[in-house]
């Protein structure tokens, strides 16, 4: 088996990761449009990570958020992000860095990524990566909703090949 030495399933994972960097931002900036709203789980001993003494003890392994109505100063850096939360009615803020991520999920749109525990756990920064073959490593899964339909009382058109339309059909005669 040939090694990757490009590493293809870090940069998809990176990349991934900037998806969610971005979305984050946008949240910071402008807030959440319409229904949509996060579920994030991560690594609550990950590196970076910080959690007060009393969540850390309740969330000794990992830790999902939610960031729908009542969160406050999200903050979005290079590496991670910071975000303000109430757990039992007591504030918190809470640093997650991004390589401490296991999944991040939309419901209002059925949109989700999950990362490995391999990729959460063991990260090595891009300069000093390993020789390891990746053929079984798959940086993360997406979940992409299905588009939706349009008009559900139109036919259903046959999915074989192309419709041809002469364009004298369109013409003023």
Do not use: C
């Not at 729908?68 to 939360?85: A, I, K, N, P, S």
């Not at 949109?111 to 990729?119: I, M, P, V």
């Not at 299905?146 to 002469?166: L, Y």
């Amino acid at each position: 088996m040939a090694t990757d030495h490009i590493r293809y399933d870090v940069l998809a994972r990176d990349a991934l990761r900037g998806v969610l960097r971005r979305v984050l931002i946008d949240a910071a900036e402008h807030g959440l449009p319409g229904e949509h709203h996060f579920f994030i789980t991560f690594l609550s001993t990950a590196e970076g990570v910080k959690l007060s003494p009393r969540l850390l003890a309740q969330y000794p392994e990992e830790m999902t958020i939610i960031l729908q109505h009542q969160f406050w100063d999200l903050t979005v850096l290079e590496d991670r992000f910071e975000v303000g939360l109430s757990f039992g009615g007591i504030p918190e803020r809470l640093v997650v860095p991004f390589n401490s991520i296991k999944s991040f999920f939309d419901p209002s749109v059925q949109f989700g990524l999950t990362f490995e525990a391999s990729d959460v756990a063991t990260e090595s920064p891009a300069g000093n990566l390993p020789a390891v073959p990746a053929a079984a490593q798959v940086p993360a899964t997406l979940t992409v909703p299905e588009p939706a339909v349009e008009n559900q009382d139109a036919p259903a058109k046959p999915s074989e090949g192309a419709e041809v339309v002469r364009l004298d059909r369109f013409r003023k005669k």
